[in-house]
């Protein structure tokens, strides 16, 4: 599967701008080691992170450390982009959220700072919708999670 998000959140956008213009009075509690990337069925609202969080048994968000990630460009490219290096593999589907929920078809994936709730950094829609079934499971193969800010 292969995701790309050019949206940021806002939550995102006044921390970044934050951090340029106001001397880190925004920052982030827990920056780099604590990236945690997310399945989603639904999106509401890129702009406020509000997503519906797959919830299949098994699922849960996984910690990618800052040395899985390749940040590219530099500062005479216009677009700067973060791509995963390595392997994300979620764990298998091991039946239902609840009585008669067979599968969740994944639509997104997101970048979160916190392994539950927390906030929504991106949030970037799948190529292809993927249906996880009991059994199945989600990988995101290296580089092909992109992250891009124009």
């Given at each position: 599967m292969t995701a790309t998000s050019n949206a940021a959140t806002n939550y995102l956008e006044r921390r970044l701008l934050s951090f340029i213009f106001k001397n880190n009075s925004l920052s982030f509690s827990s920056p780099g080691n604590n990236i945690y990337v997310?399945?989603?069925t639904a999106v509401s609202s890129i702009e406020t992170?509000?997503?519906t969080e797959a919830d299949f048994n098994g699922y849960t968000r996984k910690q990618v450390p800052h040395a899985n990630w390749d940040i590219i460009g530099d500062d005479?490219?216009?677009t700067q982009t973060a791509k995963n290096n390595a392997v994300i593999t979620f764990d298998a589907h091991s039946g239902g959220s609840s009585p008669g929920d067979a599968a969740d078809v994944i639509t997104h994936a997101f970048i979160a700072?916190?392994?539950t709730s927390g906030n929504i950094l991106f949030v970037g829609q799948l190529d292809t919708s993927k249906t996880i079934a009991?059994?199945?499971i989600f990988r995101?193969?290296?580089n092909n999670l992109t992250i891009e800010l124009k």
């Open positions: 997310g399945l989603a992170g509000s997503v005479s490219t216009d700072d916190a392994s009991e059994g199945d995101i193969n290296a």
